[in-house]
């Protein structure tokens, strides 16, 4: 019973260098999201899809891209990462529904860019 | 815009003395409110959640209250343990967006000490 697997669990960049997160579901969920959580600060929503074929931005999507590659699939890419992008990445999912569901968390993505 | 506010920690205790940890939102609609805990090297966790006002959430000892007439969703337990240590973060959802996205509070760390 996998649920939310995120690769990698930790990663060094160096500023300028790009990367991808991978996250896949096997929930059967229509909504995936990209969030970062930084000292704080709680968790901010970077992007999201709500569900396969879409694609929105969140409270700080600067520097980011995403990809919903199937229902299962939603990828986060830095393509210059900055030391400001140093954060921790949770990716989650929810079904779609009347905003009264529980959303499912990765274990993390503990990145730093030097 | 909406909002969550919590307490900001970390907070101390001794073994089985009472938590509270506060909680305030600012929304547009009428949320579901959820909170989440955050064990060391994890990702987040639903631990409790209301979706209407009055309703109470409780779950392994914890209670919380949903109050529209102070917006508040106080997290309460009546004998915590050293196993409580962990980050919990209060959230709520808006069942107006389609996206069914969560708004964090900043986390708040529990440490329990035997």
């Known amino acids: 019973n996998a649920g939310v697997t995120q690769t990698p669990k930790f990663q060094v960049l160096k500023t300028g260098q790009s990367m991808t997160l991978q996250c896949a579901q096997d929930m059967n969920h229509n909504s995936m999201y990209w969030y970062r959580q930084d000292p704080g600060m709680g968790l901010r929503l970077i992007y999201y899809s709500a569900s396969e074929g879409t694609t929105d931005k969140g409270e700080v999507p600067n520097g980011y891209n995403v990809s919903r590659l199937n229902k299962r699939e939603f990828s986060l890419r830095l393509e210059s990462a900055a030391p400001s992008q140093t954060s921790v990445y949770f990716c989650?999912?929810?079904?779609?529904?009347?905003?009264?569901?529980?959303?499912?968390f990765g274990q993390g993505t503990r990145l730093t860019v030097v | 815009g909406n909002s969550v506010t919590q307490m900001e920690g970390p907070v101390t205790l001794s073994e089985e003395a009472f938590l509270t940890i506060n909680c305030t939102y600012t929304a547009t609609g009428y949320p579901s409110l959820f909170w989440y805990v955050q064990y060391p090297g994890e990702g987040l966790q639903l631990l409790l959640k209301?979706?209407?006002?009055?309703d109470k959430g409780s779950n392994k000892g914890f209670e919380a209250t949903y109050r529209k007439e102070t917006t508040s969703f106080h997290l309460e337990k009546g004998s915590v343990q050293v196993s409580d240590s962990a980050v919990y973060f209060c959230a709520l959802s808006d069942p107006n967006n389609a996206g069914n996205m969560l708004t964090f509070g900043g986390g708040t760390r529990l440490m329990v000490k035997p």
């Open positions: 989650a999912s929810s079904a779609i529904g009347t905003g009264r569901t529980e959303a499912f």
């Open positions: 209301a979706t209407k006002a009055d």
